[in-house]
């Protein structure tokens, strides 16, 4: 992969993650990217790592929004996104206008979100005031300690694949 560092979408999306998270930029700016990121027939974004596709490869946005359909219903104070490269199902999640919580979100490969940040501008989620970025499993308890309040409703979310590859830290919360 090209120097990164000269792509205008990585450049852009680092620069709003680095006003929330200066390890996660720092990170990103060391790590190499990993995956395969492409565009299906339907000119959608589709992300692969160890092998096999995040969401569906052929409708992403329409799994997504099939995946978060209770979280938008009936939306938490507070949502941990465990696992956040293939953007879809955080995008639904925000566009929903009863969506009022905090969000927390962890990607357990930095490597597999630098591949996307440098395919498609995200910024619209990084500047989201409702976002809070981990840049690991400590960050991401240290915001629910901080944040959780007595009756707040939270939840875990996680796709399949998340649950799959990065079991221990889905279990871990």
Not at 131 to 151: C, G, T, V
Request: with cysteine; glycine share 2%; proline share 6%.
């Amino acid at each position: 992969m090209t120097n990164l560092l000269d792509n205008p979408n990585f450049i852009k999306n680092l620069n709003c993650v680095s006003k929330k998270s200066v390890e996660l930029a720092r990170l990103l700016k060391e790590l190499p990217a990993s995956g395969t990121v492409s565009m299906n027939n339907r000119k959608e974004l589709v992300v692969f790592d160890h092998g096999e596709p995040c969401l569906n490869h052929i409708a992403p946005s329409a799994e997504a929004l099939k995946r978060t359909e209770t979280i938008r219903k009936t939306p938490p104070e507070i949502l941990v996104v465990i696992g956040y490269a293939p953007v879809y199902h955080l995008q639904a999640i925000l566009s929903s206008p009863s969506y009022p919580g905090k969000i927390c979100l962890f990607e357990p490969d930095v490597t597999l979100l630098k591949n996307v940040m440098a395919q498609i501008d995200i910024s619209q989620i990084f500047n989201d005031n409702r976002i809070f970025l981990a840049q690991s499993h400590q960050e991401m308890k240290r915001f629910l300690w901080q944040n959780y309040k007595h009756q707040d409703r939270v939840e875990i979310f996680s796709l399949p694949f998340y649950r799959k590859y990065y079991s221990q830290i889905v279990n871990g919360i």
